[in-house]
């Protein structure tokens, strides 16, 4: 009897499988990479990774070796800045070490980019975010950003200093994104009211989360803005809750 085509079949599972397993490999080192904070090779940080690859090189790889960059996003990326959110809404960790996993995060993004722009990879939507008119704090306002990118949305960060008109004119481009607002000053939480009055004049049906130190549900819900997060692992939970 002739055996060879089962010997065939069976080098090609055996193939099959080192394959599969080489890319969740790199899936779960991306993983790894971004939950640590390890940019890339260069970065010493942190010191117990020192010389090895960081999420830019792991996802090089992964992209070569053929790794759909939608599951890179969905079971890498996202999965990571959960982890991540968590921790530091927990206090397990603090805003230094966030700002490495988003940075990782961003290194593995730039790769991934390109896939988004032709269509291949789906974000679950679009989050418009500013920093509110008057108020020029934009470190928060950027880790949520991060966040909410790391969650697999489609971010427009207006900055810092943004008028309501310019919350208006980004709508107007993308149509049915949800806007987010944050503040740190009392003075431009007048601001943070003006402008949420605005947008409902605009379109009343436009989902608006507001955040930021001296704000908090209560305020929220006199401006009559939809959601107050202290934190930004809350922003995503919410925006995540809002097309569930
Ligand atoms: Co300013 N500042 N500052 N400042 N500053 C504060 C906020 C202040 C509390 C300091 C103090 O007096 N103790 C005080 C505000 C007092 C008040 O209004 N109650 C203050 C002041 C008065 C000022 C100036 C007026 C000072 C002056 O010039 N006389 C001036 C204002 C300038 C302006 O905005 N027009 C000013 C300027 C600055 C710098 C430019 C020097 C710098 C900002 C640099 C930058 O952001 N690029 C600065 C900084 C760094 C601070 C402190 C020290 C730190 C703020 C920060 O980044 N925290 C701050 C004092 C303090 O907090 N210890 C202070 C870390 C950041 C991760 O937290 O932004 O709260 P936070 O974001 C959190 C959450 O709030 C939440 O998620 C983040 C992570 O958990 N969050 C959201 C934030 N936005 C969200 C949005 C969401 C959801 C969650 O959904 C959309």
Redesign the pocket.
Known sequence: MNKSPSLAANFVNKLNTFYFSIMEELIAKILEAVEVGKVDQKSPFPPQMRGMEGAFELTTRAIEAGVPPQAILDRSLIPAMEIVGRK?SENKIF?PQMLMSAKAMGAAMVQLKPFFASGAVKTKGTFI?GTVK????????N??SMMVEGGGWTIVDLGVDVPAERFIEALTQHPGAVV???A?????MVSMGEIVSRIREYSSDTRI??????VNADFCRRIGADHY????Q??VNYLNRLIA
């Open positions: 530091f805003v975010i008057g108020d020029l704090h934009d470190i928060g306002k880790l949520v987010g607002l944050s740190l000053l009392t003075t431009t989360l507001i955040g930021g130190a001296p997060s202290p934190d930004p809350g922003a």
